[in-house]
């Protein structure tokens, strides 16, 4: 089973930025739907982001619609999320999935690879 690995997570201010990175040990793969969630302290985990198979469409939380964007680069085989306009109700740990399975795609259940997750702290 692919196991997939974040990184770039960090601690920021207030209206600052951080770019996520997710690369899978064998190879990422191609053409299925993959995801990106956060776990808050003491919240259960929900999707912020996901990108379509082939990588034309996307879909996000409300929450971070307009300052989140979640992209794949098929040549490195990453996948990215890049955060803008941080604020600290973003603060969580960061995971990315991939293969959708059936159900909201929000919900963790809807996948069936994970990553181990990076910290991300937004401080005010």
């Known amino acids: 089973q692919v196991q997939l690995m974040e990184s770039g997570g960090g601690s920021v201010e207030d209206g600052g930025s951080l770019r996520l990175s997710c690369v899978a040990s064998?190879?990422?793969?191609?053409?299925?739907?993959k995801a990106w969630f956060r776990q808050a302290p003491g919240k259960e985990r929900e999707g912020v982001a996901r990108?379509?198979?082939?990588?034309?469409?996307?879909s996000y939380a409300d929450s971070v619609t307009g300052r989140f964007t979640i992209s794949e680069d098929n040549a490195r085989r990453t996948l990215s999320l890049e955060m803008n306009s941080l604020k600290p109700d973003d603060t969580g740990v960061y995971y990315c999935?991939?293969?959708?399975?059936?159900?909201?795609?929000?919900?963790?259940?809807?996948?069936?690879?994970w990553g181990q997750g990076t910290q991300v702290t937004v401080s005010s």
């Open positions: 999935a991939q293969w959708a399975l059936d159900g909201s795609w929000t919900r963790p259940s809807a996948w069936r690879d």
């Open positions: 064998g190879r990422m793969s191609d053409g299925v739907d």
């Open positions: 990108i379509y198979g082939g990588g034309h469409s996307t």
